[in-house]
């Protein structure tokens, strides 16, 4: 009898080493498991914990975080003309290869005149457009529309947020505000005119009513400072303020993330001589987003107002918008508004 216990015994244990050699497995799936859970919860309190942050942001903190943005973004443009001697689509990466190229070879051109067409710094820095010499009034058109962009940049950011408790200030250097986005927008309506990148009607178009909604924004917002309205006229000028920088921060940034995309406009440019006309679908659909990414900027103050008229406005804009751009999906709708 004894022996057959001892069998018994063992042939009971067998089951209990097998279920002891697959706990393991098991606690390495539930510990996955709750990596990624964790991974994920960290990722929704992140998620919960920025949009909280950006909701108490007051209307001067707001403006602060898109001018710092809009000047990170745009000044490239402005400087890669110095150092190239030629306007360039430079992004923020553009002065990492200058330096790498300085390191492997030694020496780099700087002279603004000089037409030398180094290709690793093509590369990284995007289109070069044409010099002055190949191009006639392409230094005015984009140095014009540049220096009068960044002066209404820095002019709308005094008045919106230093100079915003101090009423005398204000009112005084709101005239100089004014006169720099006068300049913007004769600036960005000379850029249409000259057109240098062979844009289509269609994406002139859309560049025609930026410029648009910045100026009747402006006036309603002049109108309703007359009035003593000074919730109203606060409300028009940050409204103005976005649309009106959607050339510089804005647009760029977009195209940032249509690179990570793969969906680069610049690509189908480098193709064309650096003309957007064979790039219609592209071009387009960058500055639909560029609107769209203005409307989140504007979501977040909306929320920050929490005023009934000013976000059924918001979102009657936000839906009207979005009705004309899913018309824009398939290209062949595109085509027929832009031969019309």
């Known amino acids: 009898m004894g022996p057959r216990r001892s069998r018994t015994t063992r042939d009971s244990a067998k089951p209990g080493l097998e279920a002891s050699e697959k706990t393991p497995n098991k606690n390495l799936v539930i510990e996955n498991n709750q990596t990624e859970c964790s991974v994920v919860t960290l990722f929704k309190k992140w998620i919960v914990n920025a949009r909280a942050w950006l909701v108490r942001q007051n209307t001067e903190q707001f403006i602060n975080i898109l001018f710092w943005h809009s000047i990170v973004m745009t000044i490239n443009t ?3 003309r110095l150092t190239r001697g030629r306007w ?34 093509d590369e990284a820095g995007g289109i070069v457009y044409k010099t002055e010499k190949i ?56 850029n249409l005119y000259f057109n240098h990148m062979k844009h289509t009607p269609l994406p002139r178009l859309q560049l025609f009513m930026i410029v648009i909604d910045s100026i009747v924004c402006m006036i309603i917002a002049m109108i309703r400072a007359r009035k003593k309205d000074y919730a109203g006229h606060r409300d028009a000028m940050v409204r103005c303020f976005v649309y009106s920088i959607e050339g510089a921060g804005t647009i760029r940034t977009v195209a940032h993330v249509q690179a990570f995309l793969g969906l680069h406009v610049t ?42 008229n000013f976000t059924k406005a918001f979102f009657m804009e936000l839906a009207g918008f979005s009705l004309i751009s899913v018309c824009f999906i398939h290209q062949r709708s595109m085509v027929m508004v832009d031969l019309m």
């Not at 957007?276 to 409307?295: D, K």
């Open 88 to 121: 360039s689509s430079v992004n923020i990466f553009y002065w990492g290869s200058i330096v790498l190229y300085w390191l492997r070879f030694g020496s780099i051109d700087i002279v603004g005149t000089n037409d030398s067409e180094e290709p690793r710094l």
């Open 78 to 80: 402005p400087l890669a």
């Open 267 to 308: 690509d189908c440019q480098i193709l064309w001589n650096g003309t957007s006309t064979n790039c219609l679908y592209g071009y387009v659909w960058r500055l639909l987003f560029t609107r769209f990414l203005s409307m989140f900027y504007l979501g977040i103050y909306t929320v920050h107002r929490n005023n009934y």
């Open 135 to 190: 191009e006639k009034g392409i230094d005015f058109a984009f140095g014009f529309h540049a220096i009068a962009g960044l002066l209404w940049l820095l002019a709308g950011w005094l008045q919106m947020s230093i100079l915003q408790k101090n009423k005398a200030w204000h009112r005084t250097f709101g005239v100089f505000a004014i006169f720099t986005f006068i300049l913007h927008m004769t600036a960005s309506m000379n």
